[in-house]
């Protein structure tokens, strides 16, 4: 029976690991791999992973709490913008504000890199749990 007990608490502990380190590199991969244009960085640094779980059940996710961050990853449709609290748009353009009553804004293209990094670094994370089961019986 110790033999078994050696074999599943190693076991636990590998499938943790490797979990955490399969979430990390996809969250990294998203992070850089992406075609939206970036001005702030602050769509990527939104980018995050956890973990849970316990014993021979673990969970990793990527993903988003940002609004903006989901837009870019879903896209959006063709739409009128008008003002909601003001009489009129305001943004700058070439160092001027400009103003507008309604704006036809063309909708933004999906650019799912969230789900890209899972595809590009699916293969690596089965041979990474693969890799981590073959170990743990090898106690």
Do not use: C
């Not at 609290?85 to 969230?114: E, Q, S, Y």
């Amino acid at each position: 029976m110790e033999f078994l007990e050696r074999i599943q608490s190693n076991l636990e502990s590998r499938l943790q690991s490797a979990m955490q380190i399969s979430v990390k590199e996809v969250q990294e991969y998203a992070r850089q791999n992406h075609n939206f244009k970036t001005r702030t960085g602050e769509a990527e640094r939104s980018i995050t992973s956890s973990v849970s779980g316990s014993g021979g059940h673990w969970e990793g996710i990527v993903g988003t709490n940002r609004e903006i961050t989901v837009y870019l990853h879903e896209g959006t449709k063709e739409r009128i913008i008008t003002p909601t609290h003001k009489m009129a748009l305001r943004w700058t353009a070439g160092g001027r504000f400009i103003f507008a009553k309604r704006v036809n804004h063309p909708g933004t293209l999906a650019d799912r890199f969230i789900t890209n990094a899972l595809q590009e670094k699916k293969e690596d994370i089965i041979n990474r749990f693969d890799k981590s089961v073959s170990v743990a019986f090898k106690v």
